[in-house]
């Protein structure tokens, strides 16, 4: 299932999808890859600065993850152009969200403003059943 979301003309679209090979339910460790695409629908570039995290954990509550950029980088997204890329999370219950917000600059004036990345939900496949 996809999750997507359009701030200030600029969409972030989540796929999750629970990581059983990477996971160990015995250990409480479930792990989720999801997938995000950000699409520059707007008239100027963008650059992503920063990352900002709420995740949700059913049993253990909220973790919130503050860093710069995405996997170590801070793309350009030029008009009309995407970026994406994958990263994963760790919960130990199983069953739980995440969603946050991007830190980005308009390249043209460089002002910086933030855009939503919409909350998903993780629920492991273990557990579904």
């Known amino acids: 299932m996809m999750f997507s979301k359009i701030t200030s003309n600029i969409r972030v679209s989540v796929t999750p999808e629970y990581d059983s090979k990477n996971s160990y339910p015995s250990e409480n ?30 049993g253990f509550g909220y973790t919130e993850i503050i ?6 980088l801070t793309p350009e997204i030029p008009i009309g152009e995407s970026f994406a890329y994958f990263s994963n999370v760790m919960l130990r219950s199983g069953v739980g969200n995440m969603g946050g917000k991007y830190l980005v600059k308009n390249m043209n004036t ?8 919409p909350k998903f939900n993780l629920l492991s496949e273990v557990l579904s059943n």
Not at 33 to 58: A, S
Not at 67 to 72: E, K, L, S
């Open 110 to 117: 460089q002002e910086d403003f933030e855009i939503d990345i």
């Open 67 to 72: 860093g710069d950029g995405v996997i170590g």
């Open 29 to 58: 460790r479930y792990v989720f890859k999801y997938n995000i695409t950000i699409e520059n629908k707007g008239d100027f570039p963008v650059k992503i600065l920063k990352r900002k995290w709420l995740i949700f954990d059913v």
